[in-house]
Every structure is written in structure tokens, then in C-alpha cells.
């Protein structure tokens, strides 16, 4: 079955930098856009960042634009997302997810990792 697994997340000070993996198998990843959604305590999920099948296109939220950088590797079927300049209020836990090109919405989710930036 497909399985998305993230890791990475942690505790870091703010100003300081984190990168996020998102290992996948179960589906022949390039064919699935992917994407990086958060969710906060007492928050809705919210979108962080997209990437295309070739990484060639990529999307961001504007809360984290120019401080983030979402990149995939086909070959290994791994998914990152890069996140530099880390405020307080990018704390949340952070989610990997998939869908076919063409699909509406994201279908696999991962299990989430804890991101929390200390002030």
C-alpha cells in the first residue's frame, strides 16, 4: 500500500533552519504531484508548498515564500521541504501528500512530524 513517511521535524530556535523528508513507496512517485501541508494547534491544515512530476514547478504559501524550498528526487522517491528563517509561528506539525496529476485533491497522506520553532 502507499505509505508516506516524513522526518526531519524538531525543536530549533527562531532565525534557525530545518529540512524535512518525506520518504515514499507504494506508487510509482513520478507520477504524483506532491506537497507539504501544516496544521497548528487549534488550526485549520493549511497548504505550505507544492512540486510538480519533474520538480520543474513549484508553489509556496505566501507565509513562507523566500523562506522555504520544496525539492523532490525521483530516483529515490523522496520529497523535502527546505525551511530557513523559521518564526514561532511556523510551529505545527508538518504533513507529506500525494495526488495524480489531474486530481483535485491530495489523496496519501503522511503521519505528520513536529516542527517547533522557540522565540
Known amino acids: 500500500q502507499v505509505q508516506l513517511v516524513e522526518s526531519g521535524g524538531g525543536l530549533v530556535q527562531a532565525g534557525g533552519s530545518l529540512t524535512l523528508s518525506c520518504a515514499a513507496s507504494g506508487l510509482t512517485f513520478s507520477n504524483y504531484q506532491m506537497g507539504w501541508f501544516r496544521q497548528a494547534p487549534g488550526k485549520e491544515r493549511e497548504f505550505v508548498s507544492g512540486i510538480s512530476l519533474t520538480g520543474s514547478r513549484t508553489d509556496y504559501a505566501d507565509s513562507v515564500k523566500g523562506r522555504f524550498t520544496i525539492s523532490r528526487d525521483n530516483a529515490k522517491n523522496m520529497v523535502y521541504l527546505r525551511m530557513s528563517s523559521l518564526k514561532p509561528e511556523d510551529t505545527a506539525v508538518y504533513y507529506c501528500?500525494?495526488?495524480?496529476?489531474?486530481?483535485?485533491?491530495?489523496?496519501?497522506w503522511g503521519q505528520g512530524t513536529q516542527v517547533t520553532v522557540s522565540s
Open positions: 501528500a500525494a495526488r495524480r496529476l489531474g486530481a483535485g485533491s491530495y489523496m496519501y
